[in-house]
């Protein structure tokens, strides 16, 4: 079974860092583009940050500059870099990836979410 699982998630003031985590595990023998998403209450999931496997990047314009998206293929992890954090950073945040492996004896392809981790910013 193949599964992502984030960490790095909780409480911090406005202007604090957190480093959220998202490693993969199971069959996985590689993954394709990976990105984080964010939901807040009452609101759409969104895109944050995203990163090919090649190291391409592409941000949402509310997090351009603050946050940086960037993963090691050989632990099969993606991290989220937050600076400058502000209360509407707030959400849960979601590690999505593209992920090939292998399913007894067949090769696979599917396009896994984690379950989540929350980021609350207060004063």
């Known amino acids: 079974q193949v599964q992502l699982v984030e960490s790095g998630g909780g409480l911090v003031q406005p202007g604090g860092s957190l480093r959220l985590s998202c490693a993969g595990s199971?069959?996985?023998?590689?993954?394709?583009?990976m990105g984080w998403y964010r939901q807040a209450p009452g609101k759409e999931r969104e895109l944050v940050a995203a990163?090919?496997?090649?190291?391409?990047?592409n941000y949402a314009d509310s997090v351009k500059g603050r946050f940086t998206i960037f993963r090691d293929n050989a632990k099969i992890t993606v991290y989220l870099q937050m600076n400058s954090l502000k209360p509407e950073d707030t959400a849960v945040y979601y590690c999505?990836?593209?992920?090939?492996?292998?399913?007894?004896?067949?090769?696979?392809?599917?396009?896994?979410w984690g379950q989540g981790t929350q980021v609350t910013v207060f004063s």
């Open positions: 999505n990836a593209d992920v090939n492996y292998r399913d007894r004896m067949y090769a696979r392809n599917d396009r896994v």
């Open positions: 990163i090919t496997s090649d190291g391409r990047t």
């Open positions: 199971g069959n996985i023998f590689s993954i394709n583009d």
